[in-house]
């Protein structure tokens, strides 16, 4: 075993590492898809399956290689090394890709127009049980489908004072 095989080994024992990392935290990428428009959601929960799938073949290929190396097994030559990192550099650019169209869709929800009524302040959204049928909604329930924020209710001062004034609970 020579030098240089033993620092190919190391380098794609550290890229397995990595994809596995990677394959962990993608799961915070699911939470973040939360905020997504729903055409946008399940468009990119299918990427981010496929990068999940890319991820687990990646690093049970950077072990593979490793094996094959360590061991010195023929079939595992410079040449399976080199298409095993080509296809770690095409996954690579797959998952900006996503992250991209990730950033793209969570950019058209925040800067969206939200129908909101003028007095009730309910906000319209599409039934998606219905086709081309509006429901309406309170913006806590509104915001609450597409983030993950919870609410909590109090009273601000000038409504405090008002409903004083009113003579309710105060």
């Known amino acids: 075993m020579s030098i240089a095989s033993d620092l190919i080994s190391l380098v794609v024992i550290l890229a397995a590492g990595v994809m596995l990392a990677c394959l962990v ?15 946008d959601r399940k468009s990119l929960m299918k990427h981010v399956q496929v990068q999940r799938l890319l991820m687990g073949f990646f690093a049970l290929g950077y072990i593979a290689v490793t094996v094959g190396i360590r061991w010195e097994i023929p079939m595992m030559d410079d040449q399976v090394t080199a298409a095993m990192f080509l296809g770690g550099a095409v996954f690579t650019f797959i998952g900006v890709t996503v992250q991209l169209r990730m950033s793209s869709a969570m950019l ?63």
């Open 25 to 39: 935290r993608v799961g915070e990428v699911t939470s973040i898809l939360a905020l997504a428009l729903e055409p």
């Open 108 to 170: 058209r929800t925040i800067s969206g127009l939200i129908p909101i009524c003028a007095w009730c302040k309910r906000v319209r959204t599409a039934d998606p049980s219905v086709a081309g049928r509006d429901t309406w909604a309170s913006v806590e329930t509104f915001l609450s489908r597409r983030t993950a924020a919870d609410f909590t209710h109090g009273i601000c001062p000038d409504c405090a004072a008002k409903v004083r004034a009113e003579g309710g609970p105060g």
